[in-house]
Structure formats: C-alpha cells, structure tokens
C-alpha cells in the first residue's frame, strides 16, 4: 500500500510517497518535476553500498541522466568544510538554476543537501529521498535544513521545502538495530506532543517497527508524516506552534554537543533522554502527572532506548559532563529569545505547551538528575 499525504505551505505545497519498494519507482515521481532531464543524487558511502544501485536503475529507466557525489557518513559531514565541497561541486557540474538535486540518505544528507540547495544560485530545488526512520518522519519532511557549528547544532541553515519526498520503508532494512531505535524516539514524540493514541498504538507495535514488520513502519511513518504536515502548514517557520516538534531536543541536543557530536550518542539516543527530562521537568513544575512521566520512561526503556546518561550502553556514558555546563549548551539553543530558552512542557502524554519562563536552577536539576 502507498499512501500520498502533502504539505501545504505559503506559496508551496509538495508530496510525501510512503510505501514498500518506492525507490524501484522513484524516476517515474521524479521526472515530471524536471526542467531537463537530469539531476544529482547526493548520497552518503553508506547509502551508496546497499541502495544506491536501485535509484541509479530507476533514474536510468525513466531517461534521466544523473551524476552521483558521495560523502562521508556521518555528523561531520554537517559542516562548513562538506558544505563547500558539495557547493564547488555542483558548480563544477554546471547545474542551473532550474535543475533539481536529490537527498538520498538520512537526516545528515537531507540538512546538508537542502542547505546547500537554499544558497546555490540563491535557491533550487530538490528531492528528499529519506533512508532512515529518523529522517522519514522528521528531517525529510517540513524544510528545516542547516549544519552544525562547535556552538550547537542545526545553528546555520535556512527554511528550504523540497519539492518531492519518497519514503521507501525497504530501505530500512540495512539499518543496525541501534539507529532504528534512535529513529523510533522520534516517532513516540509525535505521540507524547498531541496524539495519546497514537502513543498507546505505539507500546503495542513499538517493537514490531524496530523488528522490520513493513505494515507497522508504514503506519508509523505515515501517522508521523501527517502529524508534522499539519504543523508545517500552519507555522512553516516555527514562530509558535510547530516548536512543539522539538519536544526534548534542547536538552537532547545539550547532550549530543558535549558528545562532540558524534557515533557516541545518537541524535535519537539524546531525543530519548531528552523527552525523559522534559517529562520531569513538567512533573517537577507540577503541571503533568507523574505517573505519565513514568510511563514514557517505562515505554523507552521497554524498548531498550536510554532515559539517562548513565544508562547508556555507549561511550557516551564515560564523558565527563556537568549540569552547568550542559545548561550553558542550551543558551546557544535557536529557540532562544530575551535569554530565555522556550522548553516544550506536558501536561500529559498527548498534550504539551512551550514556555520560556523556566527557572534556570530547575533546568540544571533535570540535567544532574540525567547524569547520576
């Protein structure tokens, strides 16, 4: 089954295809949004080995010449350095200004290419063409793209829609067990930010989307698409309500700054222990029920997800960090306004709200509590 669900933003709107063997018919979606026929797949060596050669067949059958650049994997790819690279590039291969490029990787690819996108002869269009669990139901999809600077992350880039994404739910299957976990902490945000049912779906089939079962990840990932289309078309570029999205990621990514960003925490892993603190951090201001709080850290932990530094089974768990420092990290948070960082707050799994009026003391104390 392949389902199509759009996005709808101010002057844009553009297709999401979820479904089982989509990339075999990628070129078919492709050609008709091509000014000439011919395009540039941007992939990562990982991609490259086990998925490359199924859109390169598809590309071919629909009479679209292409060029392939491969990168390294990777959060340092997201960088200044990669970003000049591609730039220089594409440049070298003559692209105008009416041609389309493809993402064809995970949430690295999708930020780094779609940047790169936005700035290349002030703006051009491409395709998001997400491999992960993670990028399928977030990256991919509402136009936030960008790379990392030593201050945080995602702290340069630009609003830049795709004008296609193809979900192919095949291409999860060469994923490791570690990164389809970090993926589904992404999923159960969508839950925990405005959907309980979706939630309770979720501690019912959680483990059969990390298992592989087609039809669950499927029904996540379409669940997920449709929840964030409906936040992007109502605030494209996160002036309220689709900050909700970021539930737990500003501790999370705190966390993954301090882990230089790299293999040692996941961005998923950091979202998990993130969601968890966000949770205390609501019980703690006495605005969300404890028990749900407890729920979530059962559910995530069910699933062999981490709910605190300590409790990885990573490296990560040997880094020295403090909470002072892991506050400082969030005073570099883009959501930042008047000094004040906004946190998405629950008031129970399926309702949440954001706030800037959060004691800094408070926020240390959820940050020490993940630590010990």
């Given at each position: 089954m392949t389902e199509k669900i759009t996005v709808t933003v101010k002057d844009h709107h553009y297709d999401i295809h979820v479904g089982d063997g989509l990339l075999d018919h990628a070129g078919q979606l492709i050609a008709p949004l091509l000014a000439r026929p011919r395009t540039v797949i941007i992939t990562d060596e990982n991609v490259a080995k086990y998925h490359l050669s199924r859109l390169e067949k598809s590309l071919h059958h629909a009479a679209i010449t292409f060029d392939t650049i491969i990168l390294p994997a990777g959060e340092k790819s997201k960088s200044f350095a990669q970003l000049e690279k591609l730039l220089d590039r594409l440049l070298t291969l003559r692209i105008e200004r009416q041609d389309v490029i493809i993402?064809?990787?995970?949430?690295?690819?999708?930020?780094?290419?779609?940047?790169?996108?936005?700035?290349?002869?002030?703006?051009?269009?491409?395709?998001?063409?997400?491999?992960?669990?993670?990028?399928?139901?977030?990256?991919?999809?509402?136009?936030?793209?960008?790379?990392?600077?030593?201050?945080?992350?995602?702290?340069?880039?630009?609003f830049h829609q795709p004008c296609l994404v193809?979900?192919?739910?095949?291409?999860?299957?060469?994923?490791?067990?570690?990164?389809?976990?970090?993926?589904?902490?992404?999923?159960?945000?969508?839950?925990?930010?405005?959907?309980?049912?979706?939630?309770e779906w979720l501690e019912e089939n959680?483990?059969?989307?990390?298992?592989?079962?087609?039809?669950?990840?499927?029904?996540?990932?379409?669940?997920?698409?449709?929840?964030?289309?409906?936040?992007?078309?109502?605030?494209?570029?996160?002036?309220?309500?689709?900050?909700?999205?970021?539930?737990?990621?500003?501790?999370?990514?705190?966390?993954?700054?301090e882990?230089?960003?790299?293999?040692?925490?996941?961005?998923?892993?950091?979202?998990?222990?993130?969601?968890?603190?966000?949770?205390?951090?609501?019980v703690k201001l006495g605005v969300c029920p404890a028990g749900d709080a407890l729920r979530l850290r059962q559910h995530l932990d069910q699933m062999s997800l981490p709910i605190r530094v300590s409790k990885t089974s990573h490296p990560v768990s040997q880094i020295t960090m403090t909470a002072d420092k892991l506050y400082?990290?969030?005073?570099?948070?883009?959501?930042?306004?008047?000094?004040?960082?906004?946190?998405?707050?629950?008031?129970?799994?399926?309702?949440?709200?954001?706030?800037?009026d959060i004691n800094p003391q408070d926020i240390k104390d959820i940050f020490q509590a993940a630590l010990e």
């Open positions: 993402a064809f990787g995970g949430g690295v690819i999708g930020d780094l290419v779609g940047f790169a996108a936005s700035i290349y002869q002030r703006g051009i269009n491409f395709i998001q063409i997400p491999t992960t669990i993670l990028s399928q139901v977030d990256s991919a999809v509402g136009g936030k793209t960008g790379i990392n600077s030593p201050h945080g992350k995602n702290l340069i880039g630009s193809i979900t192919d739910v095949r291409t999860l299957d060469s994923l490791p067990k570690r990164q389809r976990l970090s993926g589904y902490a992404e999923i159960v945000k969508y839950g925990l930010i405005g959907d309980r049912k979706f939630f959680g483990q059969k989307i990390i298992d592989g079962d087609p039809a669950a990840q499927s029904e996540a990932i379409r669940v997920s698409c449709r929840a964030k289309a409906a936040v992007v078309a109502e605030d494209e570029k996160e002036k309220g309500r689709r900050a909700l999205l970021n539930l737990g990621h500003t501790f999370g990514h705190a966390l993954e700054a882990a230089g960003y790299t293999d040692r925490l996941f961005h998923g892993e950091a979202v998990s222990i993130g969601m968890v603190m966000a949770f205390d951090l609501s400082d990290h969030t005073l570099h948070d883009k959501k930042i306004s008047g000094g004040k960082v906004t946190f998405v707050i629950a008031s129970a799994i399926g309702k949440a709200y954001l706030s800037n």
